[in-house]
């Protein structure tokens, strides 16, 4: 019985900026650790179980890598047996990249069209990396040892309508067509597993969630594949991140002081389960008395303890009696009557929303608050 047990990640973007939570001092940096650590982590797991390290592209950040940063990951990769690396859309291989020039232990192997494929005859598994074949034409004529475990690594978009070359878009199909027991795919940064028709294409996304965009659960992919007439998988997520991103609204009423805001807000934060890993953004709706002056700032100050990041975006709307004011005879209801006719000649969602937006922020500025306009076309 042949058989190789193997950890697959990817997307770990090691180095990332993080520049929108700088807001946050140290946060940053912090991150970036946190992103560091993590992957030493799964090295070690690999250590641990004897598992073959697959890193499907975008390990590090290009822009922002530094030689040290390499020389730590180089040292660590060096407790496990082989780690197979390709590179990504953020790691590319070309001849000034830490990939070309640097000079990795002897159980790492970085894939590239100089070596498309690695074979660890002892583990009878031969790895494919489809990107470089492609590159090279040699995906046609390309011929699998069928008494071999065979593994394809991939990064790039699938079945997805993508025309930019850079993201390597591909139909799964022709991922799955030359009958490969295992594909190991890396680009799209959430965990899914057995897609495909033939269901062997498996992606385990980012390991630390890095943004907005990427809400719930992060993974790393842990198994082994057996193959003796026929293969046999048994693979599963495991959780690699405590910290997690999440959004939660809540709505106000035109009634609450700011106070009264800020203890609505804590209380919806306070409800999400392990908060205290939470990066959360806070979306402000509904209608608020239009004296309160919705200090976005110090909500945020005020959640400092109880998360790792908080942001607020107010999508709220000053409870103002538009009608009572279109009457009134002074310049807000000048304001608000010509507002309102040039509104109601348009039709376009779009500008009737933009309408509102200087609706809403021109009586806010009337009333002596100071509206923030950064935001103005979201309303
Ligand atoms: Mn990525």
Redesign the pocket.
Known sequence: MKKIQFIQC??V?IGMPFSSLKTVFGLPEKRRSLIEDTFYKIIQKACDQNAVLLIC??LFEEKYITKSVIDNMNYEFGKVSHVVIIP???DPYHAGSFYHRYSWASNVHILSPHKPLVEFPELSTVIYHFNSLSENNQLHDLKLKKEYINILMF?GTIDTICTDDRYWPVKSDDLEKYGFDYIAA????NFFLGYGKNKTIHNAG?PVP?GFDEEGKHMIITGEIKKEDITQLCIQGEKSSESFYKTVEVIVDPQWSLNEIISAVQETVRSVEEHSYCLCRIVLKGRRDPDVYLDVQRIQESLTDITVYSQVTDCSLPDFDLSAISKEPGIRGVFVRNVLEEMNKDQDPKTRSLYQSVLYYGLEALSGNKPTLTDINRR
């Open positions: 990817g997307d973007h592209g975008d990504g859309n953020h990064h890396g680009h799209f940064h980012s890095l």
